[in-house]
C-alpha cells in the first residue's frame, strides 16, 4: 500500500512564506511525477505544480515566480515552497504522485491534504 503524508500547512499573513512537504511511503520502485494540487471552496481542484523524476517543472501561471517545487528522489518526497502568499491562495492543498510503480502496476496516488489559509 502507498500512502503521501503531507505535512507544513496553515494561517499565514498576506506576503508571507510556507513550505508544504509531501513523502511518499510503501513499496515503491520509482514515482514518475510528483505534485501539488489545490481546491478553493466552491472551485474546482487545479494544478499548482509538478516535477518529473527527472526535474522538469511546471507551474500554473497564478503562482509563477512565487511558488518553487523541489524533489528528492531517493526519500520519495516533494515539496512545495509558498513565496510572497495571497488571500486567493488559501485553499486544501493535495499532493498527487503519478506513475507510481510497485511491482508491475503503476498507480496513482493522492494525500488526504493540507489547508493553507491566507489572511489579508
Known amino acids: 500500500q502507498v500512502q503521501l503524508v503531507e505535512s507544513g500547512g496553515g494561517l499565514v499573513q498576506a506576503g508571507g512564506s510556507l513550505r508544504l512537504s509531501c513523502a511518499a511511503s510503501?513499496?515503491?520502485?520509482?514515482?514518475?511525477?510528483m505534485g501539488w494540487y489545490r481546491q478553493a471552496p466552491g472551485k474546482q481542484r487545479e494544478l499548482v505544480a509538478g516535477v518529473t523524476s527527472g526535474g522538469r517543472k511546471n507551474y500554473a501561471d497564478s503562482v509563477k515566480g512565487r511558488f518553487t517545487i523541489s524533489r528528492d528522489n531517493a526519500k520519495n518526497t516533494v515539496y512545495l515552497q509558498m513565496n510572497s502568499l495571497k488571500p486567493e491562495d488559501t485553499a486544501v492543498y493535495y499532493c498527487?504522485?503519478?506513475?507510481?510503480?510497485?511491482?508491475?502496476?503503476?498507480?496513482?496516488?493522492w494525500g488526504q491534504g493540507t489547508l493553507v489559509t491566507v489572511s489579508s
Open positions: 510503501g513499496t515503491i520502485f520509482s514515482i514518475n511525477t
Open positions: 498527487n504522485a503519478d506513475g507510481v510503480a510497485v511491482g508491475v502496476r503503476l498507480l496513482e496516488v
